[in-house]
């Protein structure tokens, strides 16, 4: 299997029960009156794009466990219309603890899923409400068993650190409960402050020191416990790789259906509209809601490329193109021992993992921030680049 031959398809169900207070995706509370003619426009968008015969599924959010269980097998039925469910490779699912039931779960498996993603974030629950969350340690808990008692699927678990108040024993405590349930898969992101946020409101500043000594810990946790860390912020019992994700990170091509949602075919990025009333009146007139393409070329898209590479641990092989034109950046961060060669491949040192948004800087045109490079930091891909 190469990532890179692969074709992903993306769908973004952008509705939650309550906004979290660090996040910035495209997501909305109050909206459930809006659910069921939103999945209706998901078939129709994808009518409008059929064509392509992609390898994986993804559907991510927002929450998708905000549907009702009729509403997910009705979104399967669409999606199977268009993007015919038995070539998926993988199948994810995203939920949430609090909007997640047992008949879900059973529909969920019927429609093919091969791979659960859990929200968690912490198993504190003080720090589960001082960051916006309605579930508890104990829904996880619940649901986690819920979703083990079904057979065919795998399981990660999202996990954040650096939050306020977060302290390392409480993130401590939450990666080794969390380990002991056995996931096969886990994703543990930095807090990122991002504008537009009541945490960018409140001025929260992660302590970088902190944040350094819980992801070093938590590497040395998940290394001993067998997983390995293949991005980033991914981590994987041997043979459970999101391959989805590497679809992005090996800069693959990828559809993405839903408000906000992103698609990369044929060197062509677009990006939905992300409101709903445009997105739902553009596709319920047949027109594509799409609001804006960029076609990635020369320098920028080989920096994305190299950039895209270098967030697996594996690196990447980097070709003549990337390394004439980047000689003098790559030539920088080996002297700083936050890059370093393996044959012909390229990859970050352990430091370089640690100071990875710094070494991804020389990737980047000066006038880009490195969030809005940054591809799958949070798994919104087509949507997540969540
Ligand atoms: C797009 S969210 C969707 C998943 C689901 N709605 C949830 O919240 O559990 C995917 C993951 O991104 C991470 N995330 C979201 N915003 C973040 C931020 N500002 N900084 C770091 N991680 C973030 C969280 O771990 C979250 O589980
Ligand atoms: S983190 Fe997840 S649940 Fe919270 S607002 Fe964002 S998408 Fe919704």
Sequence with gaps: MDPRRLVGLYVHIP?????????????FSGQSKSVSRYVAGLGQEARLKAGRVPDTLYIGG???????????GELYDLIGRFYPRSKFLESTFEVNPESTTGEKLSILRSCGVTRLSIGAQTLDDALLKSIGRRHTAKDLMDIYRQARS????????????????????????????????????????????EDRTLFAKREVEPDEELCRAMYEDALDRLNAAGYRHYEISNFAKPGFESIHNQIYWHDGEYVGL????????????????????????????????????????????????ALLGLRM????????????????????????????????????????????NQAFLEFVAPFQDVAEARVEQKPEP????N
């Design 313 to 356: 641990l594996d690196g990447f092989e980097p070709g003549p193109d990337i390394e004439r034109e980047f000689s003098v950046e790559i030539g920088r961060l080996e002297r700083k021992s936050l890059l370093k060669r393996e044959g012909r491949r390229l990859r970050l040192t352990r430091e370089g993992v640690f100071l990875a």
């Design 382 to 385: 087509a949507g997540a680049i």
């Design 258 to 305: 839903g408000c906000g949602a992103a698609s990369y075919l044929d060197g062509i990025r677009s990006t939905n509209l992300d409101r709903l009333p445009a997105y739902l009146s553009a596709v319920e007139s047949g027109r594509l809601p799409v609001e804006q393409e960029e076609w990635l070329s020369g320098r920028d898209k080989l920096g994305e490329t």
């Design 15 to 27: 509705f939650c029960s309550v906004k979290c207070f660090y996040c910035d995706f495209t997501a």
């Design 62 to 72: 927002g929450t998708p466990s905000e549907l009702s269980a009729q509403q997910i």
């Design 150 to 193: 079904f057979d065919g699927w795998s399981v990660s678990i999202d996990l954040m650190y650096g939050l306020p108040d977060q302290t390392m024993p409480s993130f401590l405590k939450t990666l080794d409960d969390v380990l002991a349930l056995q996931p096969e898969h886990l994703s543990l992101y930095g807090l990122q402050v």
